[in-house]
């Protein structure tokens, strides 16, 4: 018998990221960007951004530490296709002196 957990901040539709369910445009990976990139605990979650219940802070880690290989992912998918938008970006001008100019 498989247990299923309940995570009651978090909606997890299929073929979709983990989102909060109050709001939907936040997904569990920007959370679990904060703590990865800055250490930061839920409460400070919360400190950073109000709009952030401490209860879908706390349920976002939870979530993201049961589903870490899917998150890990989902974050390392995301930074990739950043990477190749900047890549694949034209330079304006300004940025192009500014680097030969070794000022960048």
Excluded: N
């Excluded at 997904?27 to 952030?52: F, K, N, T």
């Excluded at 939870?62 to 290989?69: E, L, N, P, R, S």
């Amino acid at each position: 018998m498989a247990l299923k957990l309940e995570y009651p901040h978090i909606e997890k539709r299929a073929d979709e990221p983990a989102r909060l369910r109050r709001l939907p445009r936040i997904r569990v990976a920007q959370i679990a960007m904060d703590y990865l990139a800055h250490g930061w605990s839920p409460d400070e979650m919360c400190r950073q951004h109000a709009y952030l219940t401490l209860a879908e802070a706390h349920a976002a880690m939870a979530y993201y530490f049961d589903h870490q290989g899917e998150i890990d992912e989902e974050i390392r998918a995301e930074l990739d296709q950043t990477g190749r938008e900047q890549s694949a970006a034209q330079r304006s001008p300004f940025y192009v002196r500014m680097k030969a100019q070794g000022r960048l």
